[in-house]
């Protein structure tokens, strides 16, 4: 969780960054909600973040084609298990207490956000959204389309979704369940509201279709739901894309491209 906040935002403020996200990373255990205006909670799974990947993660690591990058990669434990299987992959994350975590355990990460250029653009095999990012941002229509630049032709984007049929765009907070920001001294960006969406496999299908997305498969395992999706064919993104990846590898750092991504 934590790809980024949403294609205006800047990495500086993103509350994913602050003191109860990066916490809870590094005890490995919460609790740790997202609290919408109203005082409704929904729990993070922070323990399952932090643990080794379980059999409904594998059912979706196992489905995973070509160079991975996994957004929003929190801990880590997607990333070192692609790994471990074989295939190149890159997790982001705007905490750097996640990417550091990620690279502890053995992935390879990147402070970044979804909507900041990152390497490989246009030449990603599998994009993951679990954990509940397809939620960043709270625009999956806007997630998609960045989906779509960043996946070559035919790439598959593997995204968990709500258990629920439900399409919900709400401001949250980040609440670590003591009542209280976790610093009194000083506004924080944890205190801010920021756009999270949560949508079922009904909802995100839509979203798919509208943006031209072909379905390619939906299953459930251990309570939770998944959806994979074929990019859509847009030869104007695939130009921007291959335009934005020259540009994003020039200025990133070249190791960590080419041990990912084949040139």
């Known amino acids: 969780m934590g790809g980024g906040p949403g294609p205006e935002a800047t990495r500086t403020a993103a509350p994913w960054g602050t003191d109860p996200y ?18 409704w909670l929904l729990p993070l799974e922070v ?13 979706a690591l196992h489905r995973c084609e070509g160079p991975v ?10 990333v070192a298990e692609l790994i471990g299987l074989g295939h190149r992959a890159l997790g982001i994350d705007v905490s750097e207490a996640a990417v550091a975590r990620t690279r502890r355990i053995g992935g390879s990460a990147l402070l ?14 599998t994009l993951l959204l679990v954990d509940g990012n397809i939620g960043i941002g709270g625009d999956p229509a806007a997630l998609l389309g960045r989906a779509a630049d960043l996946l070559g032709t035919g790439g598959l984007l593997i995204a968990e ?10 401001q949250v907070r980040l609440d670590d369940g003591r009542g209280a920001p976790a610093r009194e001294c000083a506004p924080d960006p ?4 920021f756009p999270w969406a949560r949508i079922g496999t009904p909802a995100l299908l839509r979203y798919a279709d509208a943006c031209g997305w072909r379905p390619a498969d939906q299953w459930s395992a251990d309570g939770r739901a998944f959806v994979s ?21 020039r200025a990133d750092n070249p190791p960590v491209i080419s041990s990912q991504l084949e040139r």
Do not use: K, M
Request: hydrophobic share 30%; aromatic share 4%.
């Open 22 to 39: 990066a916490n809870a990373l590094r005890n490995g255990r919460g609790p740790l909600f997202l609290r919408r205006s109203d005082g």
């Open 47 to 59: 323990e399952r973040w932090c643990s080794d990947p379980g059999a409904a993660d594998l059912s």
């Open 69 to 78: 990058l996994d957004i929003g990669c929190g801990p880590g434990r997607l």
């Open 112 to 125: 970044r956000s979804v909507f900041d250029p990152l390497p490989g653009e246009g030449r990603w095999g």
């Open 161 to 170: 979704t709500s258990p629920l049929d439900i399409d919900e765009r709400v």
């Open 190 to 193: 944890a205190d801010r509201p």
């Open 229 to 249: 999706l074929r990019r859509p064919r847009h030869p104007v993104r695939e130009r921007s894309a291959r335009t934005s990846s020259q540009s994003a590898e």
